[in-house]
T-cell receptor
Framework: QKEVEQNSGPLSVPEGAIASLNCTYS??????FFWYRQYSGKSPELIMS????GDKEDGRFTAQLNKASQYVSLLIRDSQPSDSATYLC????????????FGKGTKLSVKP | DAGVIQSPRHEVTEMGQEVTLRCKPI?????LFWYRQTMMRGLELLIY????????DSGMPEDRFSAKMPNASFSTLKIQPSEPRDSAVYFC?????????????FGPGTRLTVL
């Protein structure tokens, strides 16, 4: 059973701090990884995708991937109240033809 | 370009009634996914299509659920008969799959309430 695990939170950080969101997955043979943000009552929207080990930066967001440890994380620098949302980690397992397995999400609250 | 379009946005029905949810994927995308989201179970894949062909329907809860994709620009998810435990938000997503995986773009969802 392929699984994606996230701490459900809520994770509370003060405005301006770094928020660190973590995700582990069960199968070493995974090829691509995604972070989606979902505001309450809205649909998931893609923030970052990462395919190889290391860091990938996009503005205030950095995705980190460590395939050996089966771990992917998302760092949000200079957190803003508008970043308050649920963050979903998704993994494409090898051979699944684009099928993503989603974690249940971590709820982030950024306090002004 | 328009995103993924879903209709209706909200549906309230009574137990036993048939429910049909509709989805129009992004033009040019070749893969379409139906998800269900609840607080308890999170986001679950129900079925997905590639080039209009169902690839994996193992997530479909039971025979009351069926999905079709008659052409590249339209898909339906039908529940017959509906039950209160089917109440959830149903999302459709599409992507362009070429030799691996690519970003899935989600529609706004249909919030289904079965009384």
């Amino acid at each position: 059973q392929k699984e994606v695990e996230q701490n459900s939170g809520p994770l509370s950080v003060p405005e301006g701090a770094i928020a660190s969101l973590n995700c582990t997955y069960s199968d070493r043979v995974s090829q691509s990884f995604f972070w989606y943000r979902q505001y309450s009552g809205k649909s998931p929207e893609l923030i970052m995708s990462i395919y190889s080990n290391g860091d990938k930066e996009d503005g205030r967001f950095t995705a980190q991937l460590n395939k050996a440890s089966q771990y992917v994380s998302l760092l949000i620098r200079d957190s803003q109240p508008s970043d308050s949302a649920t963050y979903l980690c998704a993994v494409n397992f090898w051979g699944s033809q684009g099928n993503l397995i989603f974690g249940k999400g971590t709820k982030l609250s950024v306090k002004p | 370009d328009a995103g993924v379009i879903q209709s209706p946005r909200h549906e309230v029905t009574e137990m036993g009634q048939e429910v049909t949810l509709r989805c129009k994927p992004i033009s040019g995308h070749n893969s379409l996914f139906w998800y269900r989201q609840t607080m308890m179970r999170g986001l679950e894949l129900l079925i997905y299509f590639n080039n209009n062909v169902p690839i994996d329907d193992s997530g479909m809860p039971e025979d009351r659920f069926s999905a079709k994709m008659p052409n590249a620009s339209f898909s339906t998810l039908k529940i017959q008969p509906s039950e209160p435990r089917d109440s959830a938000v149903y999302f459709c997503a599409s992507s362009f799959l070429a030799g691996g995986t690519d970003t899935q773009y989600f529609g706004p969802g249909t919030r289904l309430t079965v009384l």
